[in-house]
Nanobody, 132 residues
Framework: QLQLVESGGGLVQPGGSLRLSCEAS????????IGWFRQAPGKEREAVAC????????HYSDAMLGRSTISRDNAKNTVFLQINSVKRGDTAVYYC?????????????????????????WGQGTQVTVAS
């Protein structure tokens, strides 16, 4: 079964840190484009960070730039999203998505964070709640 499973969400205090995981089963993430997205209640889904696993290039949203890191562990077939200095505005359901095609590939990884970019697989999401 081909699927992505997110984990690592939960309740975190403002200013704290968390690390979300996105593990793939049934396929390899090693050369895929992976995106992390989030959706808060009443808001549209937005991109948080994207990575091209083939070369490690990354892109971050303005809201996450400087306080988050997207990374991958090919041995674990997992992509991580580390978020530091979390804010109440980070409260949302976080999803990861994978683009597995070798062609066409986005020329620039920021294109994978565009709302129109079509991913092949999505995870079920993990809730992150920032509250004291």
């Amino acid at each position: 079964q081909l699927q992505l499973v997110e984990s690592g969400g939960g309740l975190v205090q403002p200013g704290g840190s968390l690390r979300l995981s996105c593990e793939a089963s049934g396929f390899s993430l090693e050369n895929d484009v992976i995106g992390w997205f989030r959706q808060a209640p009443g808001k549209e889904r937005e991109a948080v960070a994207c990575i091209d696993s083939s070369d490690g290039t990354t892109h971050y949203s303005d809201a996450m730039l400087g306080r988050s890191t997207i990374s991958r562990d090919n041995a674990k077939n997992t992509v991580f999203l580390q978020i530091n200095s979390v804010k109440r505005g980070d409260t949302a359901v976080y999803y990861c998505a994978a683009y597995t095609a070798t062609y066409p590939r986005p020329q620039y990884v920021w294109q994978a964070c565009h709302p129109t970019f079509e991913y092949d697989y999505w995870g079920q999401g993990t809730q992150v709640t920032v509250a004291s």
